[in-house]
């Protein structure tokens, strides 16, 4: 761990008890692990390393949440809402993260941005957005076979190798397929499910 890091664990000592409280050992396990790959990438890709490693602690706040409670948190939340992600709650885990965030531990919008899209993406995905779809997809805690693939590739590139590989086991939700064309990937006539 960075020295940096370090101070941020005891500066956010807080957050990282509200982590242990909401989710279970193996969960906390990957927030950390997120958090520790965001701070890193965002030192590389001239992010803010405080507000990167905060939402990668964060980004999960709500995984272990009910339904009910999921749908209640990410409607508070403002974000909008689809069909589709309130047929399938567990999507919401981002949204509901951000109210639960507002409420508890108020960090910063950008962040709340990133958490709230983390699951399915965004058609305008911001520079703190990618760094965290990222580094959810790529913590080391992760067992992934396209590690290497994503080495000394830009933020844009990588953000694709992920999205392709999504692409090979689900249809893409719309807003994933919409952040793989926002980050340059090509346009395909797969369908979309919105
Ligand atoms: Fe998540």
């Given at each position: ?69 999921l749908r209640e948190l990410a409607v508070e939340s403002h974000f909008p809402v689809?069909?589709?992600e309130n ?5 919401l885990?981002?949204k509901a993260?951000?109210t ?95």
């Open positions: 761990m960075q020295e940096n890091e370090r101070m941020l664990r005891t500066k956010h000592a807080k957050l990282l008890g509200f982590l242990k409280k909401e989710l279970s050992e193996k969960r906390v396990r990957h927030s950390i692990a997120v958090a520790q790959r965001a701070y890193e990438l965002a030192g590389f890709f001239h992010a803010d390393k405080e507000i990167l490693w905060t939402a990668g602690i964060a980004h999960d706040l709500c995984r272990e949440e009910n339904d009910a409670k689809d069909e589709y047929e399938t709650p567990i999507l885990h981002g993260a951000v639960y965030l507002r409420r508890q531990y108020p960090i910063s919008e950008l962040a709340y941005f990133a958490i709230a899209h983390h699951t399915l993406g965004h058609a305008s995905p911001t520079l703190a957005l990618k760094i965290l779809y990222l580094a959810d997809a790529s913590s080391l805690d992760r067992d992934i076979d396209f590690r290497d693939d994503l080495k000394n590739q830009n933020l844009d590139k990588q953000c694709c190798i992920i999205i392709e590989d999504l692409k090979k086991r689900y249809t893409l939700h719309s807003q994933t397929q919409h952040m793989y064309f926002a980050c340059g990937g090509k346009k395909t006539s797969n369908s979309f499910k919105n």
